[in-house]
C-alpha cells in the first residue's frame, strides 16, 4: 500500500514538472511573437481553426479537443502472514507479492490558444487553456522560438 501511493505521488510530481514546462514554453513561445504579423505565428504552428471577433477585439484561435482510449497499469501490492496447524504440527510464514492489471482508461486532451490582432494583423496578446496533452503539440512547435538560455 505504501509503495502504491509513493508511486502515484511521484507520478503526480512528474506530471506538475512536464505541465510547467509545457505551459510556460507555449506562453513564452507565443510571447515571442508578439508585435509580428499572424502569419508568422501560422507558419510556426500552422493554420487556425478559425477566428471571431469580441467585445471588437479580433482573435485567432486553434483548438485541439480529441478524446482517447488508452491502458494504465494498475498495481496491486499484496502482503500477510499465514498460521497453519495441522496432525503435523504448526507453520507460519509471510508472504508479499505484486499483480498488475491494465485498466481502459478513456481521457481528453484539450487545448485552445487564442492570439489577438490589431487592424494590421499584428499579435497584441495571447491566452491558451487546456491539458498537457493537448497543449503539448503547441509547446512542442513554439519551443525552437524560445529564448536560449
Known amino acids: 500500500m ?6 502515484f505521488l511521484l507520478s503526480g510530481i ?8 509545457t505551459f510556460e514554453d507555449i506562453d513564452a513561445g507565443l510571447s515571442q511573437f508578439r508585435g509580428q504579423h499572424i502569419d508568422t505565428l501560422i507558419g510556426a504552428i500552422g493554420f487556425p481553426d478559425g ?17 482517447v482510449t488508452t491502458t494504465m497499469p494498475v498495481t496491486t501490492y499484496d502482503y500477510g502472514s499465514i498460521n ?5 504440527g504448526y507453520g507460519y510464514g509471510n508472504y508479499s507479492g505484486t499483480s498488475t492489471t491494465y485498466v481502459p482508461t478513456t481521457v481528453n486532451y484539450n487545448c485552445t490558444l487564442k492570439v489577438q490582432v490589431d487592424r494590421g494583423n499584428r ?4 491566452d491558451f ?9 503547441y509547446a512542442s512547435a513554439l519551443r525552437p522560438y524560445l529564448p536560449q538560455s
Open 129 to 137: 487553456e487546456g491539458n498537457i496533452g493537448g497543449c503539448e503539440r
Open 51 to 67: 477566428e471571431q471577433t469580441i467585445a471588437g477585439r479580433r482573435l485567432v484561435y486553434w483548438n485541439t479537443d480529441q478524446t
Open 84 to 88: 497453519a496447524y495441522g496432525s503435523g
Open 14 to 21: 512528474v506530471l506538475s514538472i512536464a505541465a510547467c514546462t
Open 2 to 7: 505504501f509503495k502504491n501511493r509513493v508511486n
Open 123 to 126: 499579435i497584441v496578446n495571447h
